[in-house]
């Protein structure tokens, strides 16, 4: 099965060859230094998936400037009628990270989980160093995307910076959006002023920022080369918690590796979006004012994350004629959707079962 309009390219996947920019000044580092490639990459991405059950399509979809966004498509006969659902993962994700999510959200209504743009399978192109720029390079990759699947309008779910694009994306194309799901959203308020804050930031907080202020936010996972692997479970091994239910192994850990030690593009744009200790540059607060009164909004934050949740009301407070919904799901920290995939789903399925 292959999405509307585009053709399905899954057989061209293990030849193709990025011709984007490399993530090193050397660009023979990659191959000899870190141990990976877009192969070992796909084959990381087919053991996430491998627990899910649905039928679903993978194709790379053709946007602008010879780029393609890797998209998995689910669309049974029963929903094909319905709006769509289309998944915007966080900062360093990608649609492997959806597994637990991907059968019970594609019961109801078709669901399109694709890798932004620099991220993951997709391509990673070079992205303007202008803040602006960055995010209308990403907001115009998905905007093609849509035109070129052939979608009418969509419900838009977005993780950390794939619930700052969906917003902006929002923003600029209304007509496409019937709500907008954000799941612990990233770039929201404005960066606290540290003179006036009850707890200012520590000196060595500071020194150890300005230490690594040049340098890309995973720049040390590609930097100790071989150890990589090893250093992703030793320092993240909640991550594995997370999917026990689906792996015993390091499945996660190894998707993860494989998709951070590529060319760094969307990371690069991520550090040009953001000020010191990861602040956007463009809060969207200041923006969601322009968002059309009619999209309703439902934000879900998890009881432990260290998110300030204060953004949802703030949304709520600028938009009293709108609809925003605000839930908390317990026993879940940022990884919301990975904590307590069920009670996500759940609340995911009854914001969204008012549209058609």
């Known amino acids: 099965m292959s999405v509307v309009g585009v053709p399905t390219l899954v057989s061209n996947v293990r030849g193709y060859v990025d011709t984007t920019i490399r993530w090193c ?25 491998r627990c899910v059950d649905s039928t679903f399509s993978k194709q790379y979809v053709p946007i602008s400037n010879g780029n393609r966004l890797w998209t998995l498509t689910f669309s049974s006969e029963h929903v094909k009628d319905k709006t769509p659902m289309v998944l915007l993962h ?13 059968d019970a959200l594609s019961q109801q209504r078709p669901v399109f989980a694709l890798d932004l743009l620099g991220f993951g399978q997709s391509s990673r192109p070079l992205f303007s160093t202008d803040a602006q720029e960055a995010e209308d390079q990403f907001v115009e990759s998905i905007e ?54 009850d707890r200012p930031i520590p000196v060595w907080i500071k020194l150890l920022g300005a230490l690594f202020s040049p340098f890309n936010p995973l720049a040390s996972l590609r930097l100790v080369g071989p150890i990589g692997p090893v250093l992703v479970q030793t320092l993240r091994p909640d991550f594995k918690q997370k999917f026990l239910s689906m792996f015993s192994d390091n499945t996660v850990s190894e998707y993860i590796y494989h998709m951070n030690v590529q060319s760094p593009s969307g990371e690069t744009a991520f550090k040009n979006m953001t000020v010191p200790y990861g602040w956007a540059k463009r809060p969207m607060l200041e923006r969601v004012d322009q968002l059309r ?14 998110v300030d949740s204060n953004s949802g009301s703030t949304i709520r407070a600028l938009r009293p ?15 919301v ?9 759940n609340k995911v399925l009854e914001a969204c079962s008012k549209v058609d």
């Open 25 to 49: 000044w050397i660009p023979s580092w990659l191959p000899s230094w870190c141990p990976t490639s877009q192969l070992q990459l796909q084959n990381a991405e087919d053991m996430m998936l």
């Open 90 to 102: 966080g900062f360093g994700g990608g649609v492997g990270l959806w597994a637990q999510n991907l």
């Open 144 to 197: 093609q995307w849509r035109a070129k699947v052939g979608l009418e309008s969509m419900i838009l779910l977005g993780h950390n910076l794939g619930g700052y694009l969906a917003v902006s994306y929002s923003i600029k194309y209304p007509d496409r959006v019937k709500h907008i799901l954000l799941v612990e959203p990233w770039g929201f308020p404005q960066r606290p002023d540290s003179d006036v804050e």
């Open 293 to 306: 009164q009619g999209i309703p909004i439902t934000i879900i934050y998890g009881s432990r994350s260290s």
């Open 321 to 335: 004629r709108s609809h925003v919904g605000i839930t908390t799901i317990r026993g879940a920290g940022h990884y």
């Open 337 to 345: 959707y990975a904590d307590q995939p069920e009670d996500f789903n």
